[in-house]
């Protein structure tokens, strides 16, 4: 596991109220290993054969089972009615739009011009 990776998931763990132990970290280097390995995220019967960890043991060391354990690691969760979910709801006090997609050819503010 990266040292990205292992940042990104004390951060999950420290914002969800978790303490990690030595068998969540043993659960979270095997998804992201099998992840990386097999471009598709490890499901419970995979979890348990490898891990001897089965449904009722992921869904009680992470907030939110599967899915924590698949965020942590930074494998995207897709389902069939919501899409993509993000790791984490960030709130921002102070929006404004920005648009990126203009790259090289921007147009000139004419307060600039």
Known sequence: MDNLT???VRYMAQVTGVELT????????FA??????????PMYRNIAARTGADREEVEALFPHGLNSLYTWVRIP?????KGCKT???IKVSNKRE?????????PVRPEVA
Do not use: G
Request: proline content about 5%; overall charge negative; glycine content about 0%.
């Open 98 to 106: 920005v648009y990126l997609d203009y790259n090289a050819t921007t």
């Open 6 to 8: 292992r940042s990104f």
């Open 22 to 29: 030595d068998r969540h970290w043993r659960l979270l280097h």
């Open 87 to 89: 790791p984490a709801d």
């Open 32 to 41: 992201y290993e099998y992840y990386n390995e097999h471009q598709v995220p």
């Open 77 to 81: 969760i897709h389902t069939t009615d």
